[in-house]
């Protein structure tokens, strides 16, 4: 139990559609990425928030966005889903920014997009 | 670009002891996590290196060498439970992002 909660577990949605993710973070920190896990590989960075503003972006499209919440809850959005953006969808906090912070990671949205 | 490889699969002896290699070449270093990772949930953390050497904790130790882009996961007296993918990731000084590799998945039989 690392204290990060997703919601919601799993999902399903078809092509064009919109979805949010949520997720909260573990008591204290202030920092919070998403990752995206295909099935086979290793976890793809998509963002970095910290306190309320995006501190870092991978090789992710704009249609792909989020927010960080006063609470240092997280919302991951993607728009017009694409049959590819099926993958378990993962959030990870922190107790601070910069990489050698240990990231804890919630147990993952399953979205699947038919 | 960033380079993380790691063996797809490997298979152990309940008892055993298994390393599982990670190379990498990433524009920048400034440290390396293991985590493990069961199949459908959250990684968790192992093990983080910044300095070379080998740093022990219980069962499971991390090697780093820099100059050689090279790490392993040393898992000692197997058990049936650490059958599970474990992912090496770079901490590549980019101030925000971690760099996985694709997983190894270990499957240990009795």
């Known amino acids: 139990e690392t204290g990060v909660t997703q919601s919601p577990t799993h999902l399903i949605k078809t092509r064009g559609q919109q979805v949010t993710l949520r997720c909260s973070s573990q008591?204290?920190?202030?920092?919070v990425s998403w990752y995206q896990q295909a099935l086979g590989q290793g976890p793809q960075f998509i963002f970095q928030y910290y306190r309320e503003e995006e501190n870092g972006r991978g090789n992710f499209p704009p249609r792909f966005s989020g927010l960080q919440f006063p609470n240092y809850s997280s919302e991951l959005n993607v728009n017009a889903l694409e049959l590819d953006d099926s993958a378990l969808y993962l959030c990870?906090?922190?107790?601070?920014?910069?990489?050698?912070?240990?990231?804890?990671f919630g147990p993952g949205t399953r979205l699947l997009v038919l | 670009g960033q380079n993380i490889d790691q063996p797809t699969e490997m298979t152990a002896t309940e008892g055993a002891i298994v390393q599982i290699n990670c190379t990498y070449q990433?524009?920048?270093?400034?440290?390396l996590f293991w985590y493990q990772q069961h199949a459908g949930e959250a990684p968790t953390f192992l093990s983080y290196?910044?300095?070379?050497g080998l740093e022990e904790k219980g069962r499971f130790s991390s090697f780093l060498s820099r100059s050689k882009g090279y790490s392993y996961l040393l898992l000692k007296e197997l058990q049936m439970k650490d059958s599970a993918s474990y992912l090496c990731a770079v901490d590549s000084n980019s101030g925000y992002a971690l760099n996985f590799g694709k997983g190894t998945s270990l499957l240990v039989t009795p």
């Open positions: 290196n910044v300095l070379d």
């Open positions: 990433t524009s920048g270093f400034n440290g």
């Open positions: 008591s204290g920190h202030n920092t």
């Open positions: 990870a906090s922190s107790l601070s920014v910069g990489t050698e912070e240990t990231q804890y």
